[in-house]
């Protein structure tokens, strides 16, 4: 094993600019730790937030940002025995995935099902754990309820489509433009609704019989997270995930008095670190959806890890239909 090896480092907080390969030398293992070779990295649109320093858990530069990757396990600690050196896994964390090593614990590794790629596995996890999260733990989604996605087109919206789907929902979702509605349409949605249409709150009530949506799931948040609540069903359930329009919405407290709904946060990453019973319940459910091949990603870009900036630069336009995917050597 080569003594060093590149990662992508975010310098400064100032965005996709300041991402430099830097050589880190190779530290040794400690109990309950894992090394994988990175074959392939799955870019979030967290990687973009914390090289700005706007997402919530913020890192003092240097970091290296990353938060899933598939590849080869080539040595664990003396006391893992979950996982063995040759393994092909999929494996998630805080940071670190965007590098040719990652050393994760072995709690985060899981083995790369068959059905996937080593570039669809590095995708898989934050998406899929995200929208089982929201939808199922959280939002309570039953077959037969109704769903609408914003940022249908994106990695963990095109995710909430699919894992909707499979449940029995149905699915309405949102894309700004023609190609991005295609890919909504594809992944499975029963409706398609542009999020700039002004009537988009009144169409969405057309689609519900007068009902309203059973279920937001907002991971855009802004104007639009204000709009969507008025197409919501009386004791409807609004998931916030997250707010890639990059502004943060204050709901007014009367509506969803008037309505009943409730206002929910969703931290699909944080919540199983707090909760070890949601944590195995969470890693069988994502077992059994990856050996499946469920909520298999699509992926719009991919590069090669030299390209970050680029690829985050994507993100930054959104540009991405479904992943962006890093890919550092998927030839095994």
Known sequence: MNSTYLAATCTALTGPSSIRLVEQV??????????????????????????????QFRPDPPFVPGLEAAGEVIEVASDVHSVKPGDRVMAGGKGGA????????????????????????????????????????????????????????????MAAVKMAKHIGAMVIGTGSNEEKLQAIDQAGADHLLDP?????????????????????????GGDLALTATRAIAWNGRYLIIGFASGTIPAFPANHALIKAYSLIGVRAGESPRRDPQLARRQSMALSELAAQGAIRPQISHRFALTDLTKALAVLERREAIGRVVIEIDTSC
């Open 196 to 220: 700039a249409d002004e009537e988009l709150a009144a169409k969405v009530k057309q689609l519900t019989d007068g009902k309203g949506v059973d279920v937001i799931y907002d991971p855009v």
């Open 98 to 157: 965007l590098a040719e090593q990652w050393v994760v614990r072995a709690a985060s590794v899981s083995p790369l099902p068959a059905a996937l790629s080593f570039s669809e596995g590095a995708c898989w996890q934050t998406a899929a754990s995200t929208a089982w999260h929201a939808l199922v733990e959280r939002g309570h989604l039953q077959a037969g309820e109704s769903v609408l996605v914003l940022g249908a087109s994106g990695g963990v919206g």
């Open 26 to 55: 190779v530290r040794p293992l400690q109990s309950g730790e894992v090394r994988i070779r990175v074959h392939a990295a799955g870019l979030n649109f967290p990687d973009l937030l914390m090289t700005q320093g706007k997402y």
